[in-house]
């Protein structure tokens, strides 16, 4: 069963404008870790920012921000100022209990959220 | 920069025919995985590797089998392609620390006809 799940299948934005993408998730791990990665058109998945489940500050990149709200469960990603390159699908990503080696890159995805930005 | 490079950007193949998908890493990564992306389905782990000639599978294996000869080197190898099987499928790499991040290439859209 899908441990991720990105309620919102597409959204419109304006350019200058923030954006806020949902994303909660399902575990009973203590250690885990959070991704955010944007995939546009031509279909390469990138890294926009991680969070560990043990860090007391939300992980900050760029215009990237990760509101993580741990008792809710929720890894909600901020774009601050959009422009039209960002423009992509954006998918949340859990890393279950990776303080074990055979949990470390097996990534779980969210079903993403499709984000246009208009002029 | 990371380069994983998947041999092909788009494939058509017809029911029954053996596939192999390749994707080759440049950064000495142990790691290797291969995921397919399907519309509303996200990425889901096919099979990883953590070393040479060593295989795991991960949430959805069947129908597929992997080879990995070579460090840098992970094939993805559809023993008798199905229609269920036209999809993304997506390569990627990473050291395997705790907190690293995936490095991807750039996806094969295979369809099966």
């Known amino acids: 069963a899908q441990k991720i799940t990105q309620t919102q299948p597409g959204m419109f934005v304006q350019e200058k404008e923030a954006v806020t993408l949902d994303c909660t998730y399902d575990t009973s791990d203590q250690s885990y870790g959070l991704f955010w990665y944007k995939q546009p058109s031509s279909g390469e998945m990138i890294f926009l920012i991680y969070?560990?489940?043990?860090?007391?500050q939300n992980a900050t990149e760029g215009r990237y921000s990760l509101n993580f709200q741990k008792a809710r469960k929720s890894a909600n990603l901020v774009i601050s100022a959009s422009q039209l390159g960002d423009s992509a699908m954006y998918f949340c990503a859990m890393r279950p209990n990776f303080m074990t080696t055979d949990s470390w890159g097996k990534l779980q995805f969210g079903a993403g959220t499709q984000v246009v930005v208009t002029p | 920069d990371v380069k994983v490079t998947q041999s092909s950007r788009y494939l058509v193949k017809r029911t029954g025919e053996k596939v192999f998908l390749e994707c080759v890493q440049d950064?000495?990564?142990?790691?290797m995985f291969w995921y397919r992306q399907d519309p509303g389905l996200g990425l889901r782990l096919i099979y990883f590797?953590?070393?040479?000639?060593?295989?795991e599978k991960g949430d959805i294996p069947e129908g597929y089998s992997v080879s990995r000869e070579k460090k840098e080197r992970f094939s993805l190898i559809l023993e008798s392609a199905s229609t269920n099987q036209t999809s993304m499928y997506l390569c990627?790499?990473?050291?395997?620390?705790?907190?690293?991040?995936?490095?991807f290439g750039s996806g094969t859209q295979l369809s099966v006809l």
């Open positions: 590797s953590y070393d040479v000639k060593m295989k």
């Open positions: 950064m000495d990564h142990e790691n």
């Open positions: 969070q560990g489940s043990y860090d007391e």
């Open positions: 990627a790499s990473s050291l395997g620390e705790s907190g690293e991040k995936l490095f």
